[in-house]
């Protein structure tokens, strides 16, 4: 019933940007919180950036300064500007979504309800 469609991943150059986007469809309840992860291969998935409904925002230590998560709510779209980007940026970036805003305490992937697919984000030095 939920669906969340991330694009705008890519490959880049070190120092680049790149602006994903989630496009969120059949959801009637309000987004309580919404988030970016992202997982390299081998490695866990790591919360990313988080917003909630009322717009404020979180960031990991590792991309503070760098990364910018933004919502449209008239457009029901998710987005990340990553700027400076870096090679450990690199890995799948996933959209989630969910209805508690108790969800954007913490960025953890157990507190998301709803998830995209992925959009692969390669960043080369």
């Known amino acids: 019933q939920v669906q969340l469609v991330e694009s705008g991943g890519g490959s880049v150059q070190a120092g680049g940007s790149l602006r994903l986007s989630c496009v969120a469809s059949?959801?009637?309840?309000?987004?309580?919180?919404m988030g970016w992860f992202r997982q390299a291969p081998g490695k866990e998935r790591e919360g990313v950036a988080i917003?909630?409904?009322?717009?404020?925002?979180n960031y990991a230590d590792s991309v503070t300064g760098r990364f910018i998560i933004s919502q449209d709510n008239a457009r029901n779209t998710l987005y990340l500007q990553m700027n400076s980007l870096k090679p450990e940026d690199s890995g799948m970036y996933y959209c989630?979504?969910?209805?508690?805003?108790?969800?954007?305490?913490?960025?953890?992937?157990?507190?998301?309800?709803?998830w995209g697919r992925g959009t692969q984000v390669t960043v080369s030095s």
């Open positions: 917003i909630d409904r009322y717009g404020s925002t």
């Open positions: 989630a979504a969910e209805v508690w805003t108790t969800a954007c305490r913490r960025a953890s992937p157990t507190s998301f309800r709803y």
């Open positions: 059949g959801y009637t309840n309000s987004r309580g919180c």
